[in-house]
């Protein structure tokens, strides 16, 4: 079977670089789950890779057969993916959290030569046609070998994919967003050149698998030589056991969606007081509300916010400190400080390119980074890999991101909302993450989501669900609406505003918004 070779750019090649120069550096710190060691250095890692990739090898894959991983952010997982990588065979990662419906349109879609998952999960509910095997630190037991099949590759390449990471789309269907190892290895480069990861780092990742977050944890911890520190979903519940486990391994960095801090801030925020050793967390998924931005900030005064701006499609784009401490009057976070290398441009409804501040576009990414295209999708590729609006004869697409913003008169570039997310009401275009700010600023309320939801008559209503600060025996709806009159245009107000003790999440961690429409329509 082909191996990559030293010189071509392959997550395997930057991401066991630091076993050359630091191999006893610790990579992977693992609260001691099962009888993998508590840590890794990066000599162990390797030699381990090395282990699963003879183990790959043996079953005869051809460059490019996909390879599903079942697993939690591991050592053993790390290890495979890497082995994958230097066989150019593309992973697509699943987690335990991911339905069977779910995994099963991802194996229906991927076909995948292998279907591995980590010893300690189970899954019965999904069929899969090709081979299936098990696996764990040291540990690998094939149950049925992948059907013999011609090696037509004889070389792993640059333009190889890396992965395939399915996105919840929010068209319903799980678009796979397929990315080479070119794109991802240049936009950790770029990210790894910014000097944003020093070696001694100890970076918490507390993104599931599946979601490409936790790949950009892992790419940049190990592209790093820093040490990765795995956060498991069940820590993220109780406040008590993510500090100490953050405080255990002397985190430096904690990396992941805003809802990570909601509990530790509603419950127990004095205990992140005692991170001595935190200096930096970078969010990224969705917008931080601002009123618990400004509680995280006052609890650790010291550390240093980054707001991650950036999508699957490029894996990511900016990261932008957040004003320490965050100035009282600011409603809204600069997304604009792009990694070396990459570009925005917001177009216009017209298809001109907007540059005066204040005008809102339609975020385009130029980048080196931009992912292959949908996994057997192409009118969905066609739709967000475009001609550059500004000069298409020269033939390179730009990244449509969907979002919209607007410069600043300094060159901050602000989130406006999905272009998605405007929705007609009685005429009106309402952005409503405008609606959601405004009840934001409702005293004692620490966040809101506005979802808008159709009506027989066409027409659409905005519905709000609000977090109170503090359990809130008697929320006034009628003041609440109220206040949003006084704020907002008639059409803005919403039709009804429920208060909810929190709110659901997707398996990303980010705010169901799907989930809270369903309930929205019913309610209505
Ligand atoms: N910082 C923000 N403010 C506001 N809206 C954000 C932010 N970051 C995203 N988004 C939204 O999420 C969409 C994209 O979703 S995604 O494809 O699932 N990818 C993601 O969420 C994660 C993204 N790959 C990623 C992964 C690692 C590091 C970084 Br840094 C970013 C964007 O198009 C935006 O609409």
């Not at 390449?157 to 990471?165: C, F, G, H, Q, R």
Request: with cysteine; charged share 20%; aromatic share 6%.
């Amino acid at each position: 079977m082909a191996r990559v070779r030293e010189c071509v750019d392959n997550l395997h090649g930057l991401l066991t670089a630091p076993a050359t120069s630091v191999p006893d550096q610790v990579a992977i710190a693992e609260s001691s789950i099962g009888e993998a060691p508590a840590v890794v250095s990066y000599r162990q890692l390797v030699e381990q890779v090395e282990r699963f990739a003879v183990a790959l090898d043996a079953l005869g894959l051809d460059v490019g057969d996909r390879v599903v991983v079942e697993s939690r952010t591991s050592a053993a997982a790390i290890a495979l993916l890497l082995a994958c990588s230097a066989l150019g065979l593309p992973f697509v990662p699943v987690t335990a959290e991911v339905p069977d419906r779910r995994v099963q349109a991802i194996v229906d879609a991927v076909e995948p030569a292998l279907y591995v998952r980590d010893a300690g999960t189970d899954r019965t509910g999904v069929m899969t046609m090709d081979g299936t095997a098990r696996f764990g630190w040291n540990e690998w037991e094939v149950d049925r070998r992948p059907a013999a099949r011609v090696r037509r590759r004889r070389e792993v390449l640059a333009t190889d994919t890396a992965y395939i990471v399915f996105t919840s789309g929010t068209s319903g269907r799980p678009k796979g967003v397929v990315m080479s190892h070119r794109s991802v290895v240049t936009f950790l480069r770029a990210v790894l050149g910014d000097g944003r990861v020093l070696s001694g780092d100890r970076i918490a990742s507390t993104s599931p698998l599946h979601f490409d977050f936790a790949l950009f944890d892992i790419g940049i911890a190990l592209g790093g030589g820093a040490t990765l520190v795995p956060v498991q979903r069940e820590l993220l519940a109780s406040p008590r056991r993510f500090v100490a486990h953050l405080k255990a391994n002397r985190v430096s960095q904690v990396n992941g969606v805003p809802s990570i801090w909601r509990p530790v801030l509603r419950h127990n925020p004095e205990l992140l007081g005692g991170l001595t050793d935190l200096r930096s967390m970078l969010f990224a998924g969705e917008e931080f509300p601002l009123p618990e931005l400004r509680r995280l900030q006052s609890v650790v005064p010291g550390v240093r916010v980054v707001n991650g701006y950036g999508a699957t499609e490029s894996m990511a784009c900016s990261f932008t400190d957040v004003p320490n401490p965050l100035p009282v009057d600011a409603d809204r976070l600069s997304i604009g400080a792009l990694h070396t290398g990459a570009e925005v441009m917001l177009i216009g409804e017209d298809g001109t390119v907007v540059t005066h501040p204040g005008v809102v576009g339609e975020i385009h990414l130029r980048s080196p980074a931009l992912f292959s295209g949908y996994w057997n999708d192409p009118e969905a590729t066609a739709a967000v890999l475009v001609p550059d609006p500004v000069d298409s004869r020269h033939g390179q697409v730009v990244l449509r991101s969907g979002d919209l913003a607007c410069w600043d008169a300094e060159g901050g570039l602000y989130f406006c909302g999905r272009a998605d997310a405007q929705v007609q009401v009685r005429g009106n275009r309402v952005e409503l993450g405008e609606v959601e700010g405004t009840l934001g600023n409702l005293p004692g309320v620490d966040m809101a989501v506005v979802v808008a939801v159709a009506r027989p008559s066409g027409d659409r209503a905005l519905v709000a669900y609000v977090v109170p600060t503090r359990p809130w025996p008697d929320f006034d709806q009628a003041k609440a609406v109220e206040f949003c009159a006084r704020e907002l245009p008639a059409y803005m107000v919403p039709r009804r505003i429920d208060v909810v003790s929190e709110l659901p999440l997707t398996a990303n961690g980010k705010v169901n918004r799907e989930l809270l429409r369903r309930r929205a329509t019913a309610d209505l």
